[in-house]
């Protein structure tokens, strides 16, 4: 069985990784094409998660000490339960819950990111910061008062350029690392 170089190695990761990129990009363009499927899936895959951490809660239950701290954690298990599952069966209620919750943290992110302009503007660069707040004060805003509408296209949108941004960065650095390892490998300093 031969042995793969370094450089070999590093090829066979980065076209992995390339592949995850691309993938990455093809799942963002489909959820931007269509946004409010992709934020079923985000809110079905949130109401998983809290099973699952129904789950888990309920677990760790009967590993408590005294009926008290027993008691206390089944019922939070079951409160988890509960809730995912009510997530799981009423889906759009979950995508309006999560919207919501989106709208005021943005709001919440672009006002504090202003607060700190305001706290570090002697520094250089800081102006960024405060384009940073007012863009997020201002996504926040629509998506605030266009809901419950907004519902329809915040999440899958916003999942969706978040994964096509990912996608370029890891197949750019990916590329990156090809050529890096590609200019030092030994084949390309003897010649």
């Not at 076209?15 to 899936?41: C, D, E, N, R, Y």
């Not at 504090?112 to 503007?121: Q, T």
């Not at 707040?133 to 949108?157: D, E, K, N, R």
Request: some cysteine; charged content about 5%.
């Amino acid at each position: 069985m031969a042995q793969n170089t370094p450089v070999e190695m590093v090829r066979n990761a980065s076209t992995g990784s390339i592949l995850w990129g691309v993938l990455l990009i093809v799942l963002g363009m489909l959820a931007v094409g269509s946004p409010f499927l992709a934020a079923v899936a985000v809110s079905a895959a949130v109401a998983w998660l809290i099973v699952l951490a129904g789950v888990v809660h309920l677990m760790l239950a009967f590993r408590a000490h005294g009926a008290g701290s027993v008691i206390w954690k089944v019922l939070v298990g079951i409160a988890y339960l509960c809730f995912g599952g009510y997530l799981i069966v009423h889906p759009l209620l979950g995508v309006a819950s999560l919207t919501f919750a989106l709208a005021l943290l943005f709001l919440i992110e672009g006002m504090l990111n202003i607060v700190l302009f305001f706290k570090m503007r002697s520094v250089h660069g800081s102006s960024w910061v405060l384009v940073d707040g007012i863009i997020t004060l201002l996504l926040g805003l629509m998506i605030y008062m266009q809901w419950p509408s907004s519902s329809a296209w915040a999440i899958g949108t916003l999942v969706g350029i978040s994964l096509i941004f990912s996608g370029v960065a890891r197949v750019m650095m990916s590329l990156a690392v090809r050529k890096g390892t590609s200019e030092a490998s030994p084949s390309s300093l003897a010649a």
